[in-house]
RNA sequence: GCGCGGGUAGUUUAGUGGCAGAAUCUCGGCCUUCCAAGCCGAUGACCCGGGUUCAAAUCCCGGCCCGCGCACCA
């Protein structure tokens, strides 16, 4: 406890302050007003404290309770820094926004994240492969895409007072037509000669400039240029023409990426949801589309319901059948869009009323994106239903662009006529999602915070803790902790109480902590603490391989061994 | 990029133009048979740069980072 010091209305006021642990945050909290004066404040203190003490000594175990959830994305930050979950990049050096890096426990979880990912959506046919490219690309590739045009905003500025916006949407608004295709010169003499004025203070405007959303590289000495790609998808593209060969010529083919892509966002933002470099998992599947309005595994999917938000409506279950006849949606884009919805629910287990698909409007999407729902999930820390991935029916764009600008054809030869495959695209932001996890599965009682990942999610799957350390439980343990760590992600703690070693599993997620007591060392069996409810039961080590895989794989806790009660916390003393 | 607010150990915070103090965490030792116990000890901080000054973590200026608002996010 130590003396705070208060101005209130310029007045000093002395307070005597605690530090207290709400979940895993310290945070200060007022015990008494002390007086305005320092060294009365100092010995009324004193006597505060000796109170206290005595107090505390009757009734402990009454706090703890009136745990505030408080700022959860402070707490989340926090506890991501202090286990190692993310923090800043070259934070000795400042830190840059928008780039973080993963620690150890954020590292595995992403980890995880991709191979759930890639046993998801690359199982769903037999053409759909994963494949590696680059990240620099030659400049032509941005051309065909449309990124060099469209991911260049037309920029201009209040000399005035500094306020910024888009050139070409300030001109539409003044009722020029089709501003967009205008260059930058011609705006700014546009603005010039209609004497355009600041819409904020009236003041004058800069020339239009060009702000462009890509980092440029240069290839080689010479000099070519090239550019981080803003997306992965490009890629993919680029690999089409020879995978299609290299996987004997069918269709539909999938080709995935999950590498880094590059933004030069303005201001970065809202933590991993505006980055500079960043991680997708994309797929691209190029399809017939002639077959648009099919799926060989359409009876599979047409039952299960969609959780739509359509244009200027709420969300509503539609199953798929519905949504192809009434909302006119393809089937084989309703066929992926399930898929999607089943990976979020069933695979990551999100709860049903955080997930949505969001339609975009026409104004929202880009030109080429035919069809367009976004992913979104429900975020405390970012105040709402957030974009985590993205379903787009892109049509020939990419194709044809490529084709333009390259020379190249490619179009291919398939069931006897000549097409170029339309592409439906499934992208994923990898860290949005990552961020997506920490917030929703965040939980704080009076245990104290808590990650409640999925098993398969957990940095950690099971942490091994003999109950003291003598007379063999440690021993014991650490035989435990060696016939375990090759089959599961497991990790070994002796120091501290074993009440401070649960919480600190509690803390990083971990589902399933083994603790090894004296009858252990009899009986030869350990018990198994579940994190969500602190509730163990007892198991046989050698059946403890067996039992433990049940578990992670979702097997039903009092089924797997003798749910028992261990003592209350009797070696407290006091 | 602009405006406002902020930045002292991992965290929560005192403090002063002159040796930066605590609580908690972490680590070591003792103790300890189930949910962040106790005792002893140790490690650990003034965001960066410049200016004013005998002396700056403190005052001034600039930068960086964070938060909020605006703008941006094909």
């Known amino acids: 406890m130590y003396i705070v010091k208060k101005k209130i209305k310029g007045k000093e006021y002395y307070y ?32 505060i404290i000796e109170k206290m003490k005595n107090e505390e000594k009757i009734g402990k175990n009454k706090e703890k309770q009136d745990v505030q959830v ?63 490219s680059n990240n620099i690309l030659p400049e032509p590739v941005f051309k065909a895409s449309g990124h060099l045009e469209n991911f260049n905003d037309p920029m201009t500025e209040c000399k005035q007072c500094h306020f910024r916006f888009r050139a070409d949407q300030f001109l539409e608004d003044k009722g020029i037509e089709n501003a967009e295709a205008l260059s930058i010169e ?66 539909p083919l999938g080709i995935a990426i999950i590498d880094k892509a590059y933004r030069n966002e303005i201001s970065p933002r809202q933590m991993f949801f505006r980055l500079r470099e960043f991680t997708q998992a994309e797929l691209q599947i190029f399809f017939d589309s002639d077959k648009i309005n099919e799926h060989p595994k359409w009876q599979e999917v047409k039952k299960k319901k969609l959780r739509l938000k359509l244009i200027g409506k709420e969300v509503e279950e539609i199953n798929c059948e519905e949504a192809n006849i009434k909302l006119n949606l393809p089937k084989f ?85 000549r097409i170029l495959p339309h592409v439906l695209e499934l992208s994923f932001g990898v860290d949005r999602n990552i961020w997506a996890l920490l917030d929703i599965f965040y939980d704080v009682g009076k245990e104290g915070s808590m990650f409640k990942f999925p098993p398969k999610i957990a940095p950690f799957e099971i942490a091994i803790l003999p ?9 014991l343990a650490k035989e435990v902790y060696s016939s375990l760590k090759e089959d599961f992600d497991c990790f ?58 049940g578990l992670l794989d979702g097997l039903e806790f009092e089924k797997a061994g003798k749910l028992v009660e261990t003592g209350k916390n009797e070696l407290r003393r006091e």
Not at 19 to 45: F, P
Not at 503 to 529: H, M, N, W, Y
Request: aromatic share 12%; hydrophobic share 35%; with cysteine.
């Open 186 to 251: 011609k705006m700014t003499i546009l603005i010039k000669e209609k004497n355009m004025k600041c819409p904020r203070c009236g003041g004058k405007l800069s020339e239009v400039k060009q702000f462009n959303m890509m980092f440029p590289v240069n290839i080689g000495f010479q000099g070519e240029k090239g550019y981080l790609s803003p997306e992965t998808a490009q890629a993919s593209y680029l690999a089409f023409k020879q995978e299609f060969e290299a996987t004997r010529r069918k269709l």
């Open 492 to 549: 070994y703690d002796d120091s501290g109480s074993i009440g401070r070693r649960y919480a600190r599993q509690d803390e990083i997620g971990t589902p399933f902590c083994i603790t090894i007591d004296g009858e252990s060392l009899k009986k030869k069996d350990v018990t198994i603490r579940r994190r969500d409810d602190q509730k163990q039961i007892r198991v046989k080590i050698n059946d403890l391989k067996e039992i433990l895989k």
């Open 333 to 417: 884009y309703l066929y992926y869009a399930s898929k999607i919805q089943e990976f979020y629910l069933e695979v990551l287990k999100i709860p049903k009323e955080k997930f949505r698909f969001r339609e975009l409007s026409e104004k929202e999407r880009a030109f080429y994106n035919k069809i367009h729902f976004d992913i979104e999930l429900n975020l405390d820390t970012l105040g709402g239903f957030k974009e985590v991935a993205g379903l787009h029916y892109r049509t020939d764009h990419d194709l044809k662009g490529h084709s333009e600008i390259s020379g190249k054809n490619l179009e291919i030869f398939y069931e006897g006529k």
């Open 70 to 132: 408080g700022e959860k994305i402070d707490e989340i930050n926090k506890i991501a820094s202090r286990r190692g979950f993310f923090f800043q990049t070259a934070e000795i050096y400042g830190g840059k926004a928008g780039f973080f890096t993963y620690g150890h426990l954020g590292k595995k979880m992403k980890n995880k994240f991709e191979s759930l990912w890639r046993k998801h959506f690359l199982k769903l046919e037999d053409n759909f492969v994963e494949i590696q």
């Open 16 to 47: 005597l302050n605690k530090s207290i642990r709400e979940g895993s945050k310290v945070i200060s909290k007022n015990v008494a007003y002390l007086g305005k004066d320092k060294k009365e404040a100092e010995k009324k203190a004193r006597e």
């Open 467 to 475: 109950l003291v350390n003598k007379a063999g439980m440690d021993k």
